[in-house]
């Protein structure tokens, strides 16, 4: 029996995608070379890559104005990429502190430069999701968090913003649909809801690059990564197939709204479970107090 597991990730994969991904370890399309073997320049590996950002744009609905990306370094990279690549020297950016992921992007964030908290929840312990705040005209760019795993908070609508919206949807993306032209740049881990530890996904608006007056190390440089395909360095191959066989099985049961509904019911699942609980406790905690 398959074994559940209620950590915040890594996830749980589809059993096709593992089944999928095992077999191409051995050997993959009947080529006689593991796929931890072939080259990362290679017919069949551009072949995988090029279906991997094709289903994410699919499923998700990316304009074609928009990069999609497969780097690495985990989305805790991501906290110094954003700002090395919006923040100019002189300018500012915006963040909503909503949990630890985001107070981690911050503390990045203050390292390349001026970084202002526009609305924090830390004063009730991360226990809801900041609004009614006022998103300064004159910053860089605002950044926010969708869901907040250790504490169970999740923004259900986001900002109408007059500067550049930037993302952290780690352990939501493909959850729920989204539209993606309302942010410029949106990064995600993959061990939540896509793939293994090992890649990171980024959807990036193309023409939000090239505007900063700093140095960019040339590994933190988005351009780098456009240019180069994400292929600039060696990427992570095995990663990268995982997310592909997952995306392909997600594509297959009618993409992000068929996965909603299977999310919506898991939570009405868990909600009468809780009820249940708390019934069944509110007896002996009346009998505990009548002692």
């Given at each position: 029996?398959?074994?559940?597991?209620?950590?915040a990730?890594?996830?749980?994969?589809?059993?096709?995608?593992?089944?999928?991904?095992?077999?191409?370890?051995?050997?993959?399309?009947?080529?006689?070379?593991?796929?931890?073997?072939?080259?990362h320049r290679s017919?069949?590996?551009?072949?995988?890559?090029q279906?991997?950002?094709?289903?994410?744009r699919e499923?998700l609905?990316?304009?074609?104005?928009?990069?999609?990306?497969?780097?690495?370094?985990?989305?805790?990279?991501?906290f110094a990429?954003?700002?090395y690549?919006?923040?100019?020297?002189?300018?500012k950016?915006?963040?909503?502190?909503?949990?630890?992921?985001?107070n981690?992007?911050?503390?990045?964030?203050?390292?390349v430069?001026?970084?202002?908290?526009?609305?924090?929840?830390?004063?009730?312990?991360f226990?809801?999701?900041?609004?009614?705040?006022s998103?300064?005209?004159?910053?860089a760019?605002?950044h926010v968090?969708?869901?907040?795993?250790?504490?169970g908070?999740?923004?259900?609508?986001y900002?109408?913003?007059?500067?550049?919206v930037?993302?952290?949807?780690?352990s939501?993306?493909?959850?729920?649909?989204?539209?993606?032209?309302?942010?410029?740049?949106?990064?995600?881990?993959a061990?939540?809801?896509?793939g293994?530890?090992?890649?990171?996904?980024v959807?990036?608006?193309?023409?939000?690059?090239?505007?900063?007056?700093?140095?960019i190390?040339?590994?933190?440089?988005y351009?780098?990564?456009?240019?180069?395909?994400?292929?600039y360095?060696?990427?992570?191959?095995?990663?990268?197939?995982?997310?592909?066989?997952?995306?392909?099985?997600?594509?297959?049961?009618?993409?992000?709204?068929?996965?909603?509904?299977?999310?919506?019911?898991?939570?009405q699942?868990?909600?009468?479970?809780?009820?249940?609980?708390?019934?069944l406790?509110?007896?002996?905690q009346?009998?505990?107090?009548?002692k």
């Open positions: 029996m398959k074994k559940h597991n209620f950590g990730g890594p996830g749980i994969l589809p059993e096709e995608a593992l089944r999928k991904s095992a077999q191409a370890v051995l050997d993959l399309n009947g080529t006689g070379l593991s796929l931890l073997e072939i080259s017919k069949d590996f551009d072949a995988i890559l279906k991997a950002k094709s289903l994410v499923l609905g990316v304009p074609e104005n928009y990069s999609i990306l497969f780097l690495q370094g985990g989305a805790s990279t991501q990429m954003v700002p690549n919006l923040l100019p020297v002189d300018g950016a915006a963040y909503i502190e909503s949990g630890v992921w985001a981690k992007a911050i503390k990045e964030a203050k390292m430069g001026n970084t202002e908290v526009l609305a924090t929840s830390k004063d009730k312990n226990s809801y999701i900041p609004k009614n705040f998103i300064p005209a004159d910053a760019y605002l968090t969708s869901n907040n795993t250790i504490y908070t999740q923004m259900k609508s900002p109408d913003s007059p500067i550049p930037v993302c952290d949807m780690s939501d993306i493909f959850s729920k649909p989204v539209d993606v032209s309302k942010f410029d740049l949106i990064y995600a881990g061990q939540k809801n896509m293994p530890a090992g890649v990171t996904l959807i990036i608006k193309n023409d939000i690059c090239g505007k900063v007056n700093r140095t190390p040339t590994m933190l440089n351009q780098t990564h456009i240019e180069g395909d994400s292929l360095n060696t990427p992570p191959v095995f990663p990268i197939y995982v997310c592909m066989a997952t995306l392909e099985w997600l594509q297959s049961i009618g993409g992000v709204p068929a996965i909603t509904k299977i999310n919506q019911k898991k939570l699942c868990s909600m009468l479970k809780l009820i249940v609980i708390l019934c406790l509110e007896p002996l009346l009998k505990t107090v009548q």
